[in-house]
């Protein structure tokens, strides 16, 4: 088919699935913009890539407002290079001051989100929530606790003060509390109920972008991090 044939709103309505109000709603907030006018002023578009009609889809099934239609637009829209540098940069901040099992970080960086060219509206999900989630900073802090513990740091040496420290900071920033006793004693009280899910959600998402099997839990660094809490129940001094 013709790449320059323009299509009205209609045609585009009909092609994907969606209401004329809807894909009116997402040009209007920029998620969608029409390639062309006609000379009446009408909005033409291009030929919808599949990856553009899954966006549209998945924002369609979140019922997304236009603040997450612009992020979920640009996540979708990040080249394979992209989304590649955005993992890295997650694995390099979060693996940053510990000695790590280079094993471990290697495979980090063979494990790349792959979204193909024909994604799913399933797959836009798990990326875009991906795409999230290494992005915040309090779950970078909890990944730290997988690398301590793929490191071979004993929760209960010195080498474990500065891993334990960074994590408690991050999780007080988060939160707005500070580094003390008595919150220490709060995150191994919240730890004994159930840990952070999102280090198992990282996997997770991986897998459903690339048709991976399930992941396995990630309880061992959950048990380091409440030894370690244990262990170092005070702050090191300033």
Known sequence: MDGDTRYAIGDLARRTGLPVRTIRYYSDHGVLPPASRSPAGHRRYDLILRLRRAVLRAVARRGSGPEEMTFM?????????????????????????????????????????????????EQVDAWIELAELVQDQDFRASVRVEAALAAGIDPASPQARPVLA?????????????????YRQALAQRLEVGGDPRAERYWQLLAAINGWPVPPSPAPAIGWFRQALAHHPEPSAP
Do not use: C, W
């Open 166 to 182: 960074d994590l408690v900071g991050r999780y007080g920033d988060a939160f707005g509390q500070t580094d003390s006793r008595e």
């Open 73 to 121: 637009h640009k996540a979708a829209k990040l080249s394979e290079a992209e989304r590649h540098r955005l993992i890295h940069e997650f694995i390099d901040d979060t693996f940053g001051g510990v000695d790590a099992n280079p094993e471990l970080v290697a495979l980090l960086r063979a494990a790349m989100p792959e979204l193909p060219g024909d994604p799913t509206p």
